[in-house]
């Protein structure tokens, strides 16, 4: 039904989990991608894993500088960049009276500041190549996709930063389809419930700790919270990385050419 042959992507966060498969399928839907992530070792593997229209490069997104070298890596890269997925993230989660100062900005950071600055980057070769497309009478539509949660849209005891975060980049969403839709770009969200990936392990076991910023900081969810949420899942169970892909890959593609400004919730039914 489409093809994104001659699309340059940037995935973040794209070294597991949902941005891998993101990742995977823009490639296998014929785009060239950029993938990025803090964890230099699974990018590489996954560089390897998305094949020949694959490029990466490992930077944390949160450092003020990085938003613009993976901009300018991307362009230098493909000559190019039509579509962007601000995926990258992770959870630092406990009560408002035990969460610190840098655990909320921690929170804000990667899910509202990242994103911003990677738009900004992005902002003055997408508005100049529109200008000029446009006065040559042609319209490309370009494509940003922002990832949020379902604790983002209904609130997640124990999230106050993540879910502040996550319902920040709706408010950036949506006021970027304002800004952009003269460009030719549209700008969506899609919000997650629960997916299979490393954030919502069982909280038990050596790996349900990440390092971040010289933190160990536990990521996962009780087994009874994923018992209980499944149980309760319209569907009867938690969804899978490609799965969660497919929304994005909707976004990306000309199927969704005049949607803009949109959520999509890919749970399963479930609200939280
Ligand atoms: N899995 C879920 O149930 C779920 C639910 C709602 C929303 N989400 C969102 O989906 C997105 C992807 O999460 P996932 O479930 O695939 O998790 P994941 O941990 O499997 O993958 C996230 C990736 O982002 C990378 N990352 C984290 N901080 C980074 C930084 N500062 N710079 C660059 N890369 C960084 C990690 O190294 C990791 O590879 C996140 O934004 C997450 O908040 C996930």
């Known amino acids: 039904m489409f ?7 940037l995935v973040t966060g794209s070294g ?6 993101i990742a995977k399928q823009l490639a296998s839907a014929g785009a060239s991608v950029m993938l990025n992530d803090i964890d230099a070792e699974v990018l590489k593997e996954a560089e390897g894993e998305v094949g020949p229209r694959a490029k990466s490069l490992a930077c944390d997104i949160t450092a003020a500088d990085a938003p613009q070298k993976l901009v300018d890596a991307t362009l230098a890269a493909f000559g190019s960049l039509d579509i ?13 009276q035990k969460m610190s100062d840098e655990q909320f900005q921690a929170m804000l950071d990667i899910h509202l500041v990242a994103p911003f600055r990677v738009l900004r980057a992005a902002s003055g070769w997408i508005r100049e190549t529109a200008k000029r497309e446009i006065a040559e009478g042609r319209r490309v539509m370009r494509k940003v996709v922002n990832i949020t949660s379902i604790s983002g849209t209904e609130g997640n005891a124990g999230q106050s930063g993540y879910s502040s975060g996550k319902a920040g980049v709706i408010g950036l969403t949506k006021t970027l389809a304002k800004e952009w839709g003269r460009y030719n770009v549209n700008v969506n969200v899609v919000g997650y419930g629960l997916i299979e990936t490393r954030l919502i392990q069982p909280l038990s076991g050596p790996t349900a700790s990440i390092e971040m910023k010289g933190h160990q900081i536990p990521v996962g969810v009780q087994q009874r919270m994923l018992d209980a949420a499944k149980a309760t899942n319209p569907l009867g169970r938690l969804g899978t990385p490609e799965e969660a892909a497919g929304p994005v890959i909707f976004f990306c593609s000309p199927l969704s050419d005049y949607v803009s400004g ?3 919730i890919c749970s399963g039914g479930s609200r939280f």
């Open 3 to 9: 093809t994104l042959e001659s699309k340059a992507a």
């Open 16 to 21: 597991r989990g949902i941005g891998r498969a």
């Open 262 to 264: 949109e959520v999509l």
């Open 84 to 96: 962007i997925v601000n995926n990258a993230g992770y959870t630092w989660d406990n009560v408002i």
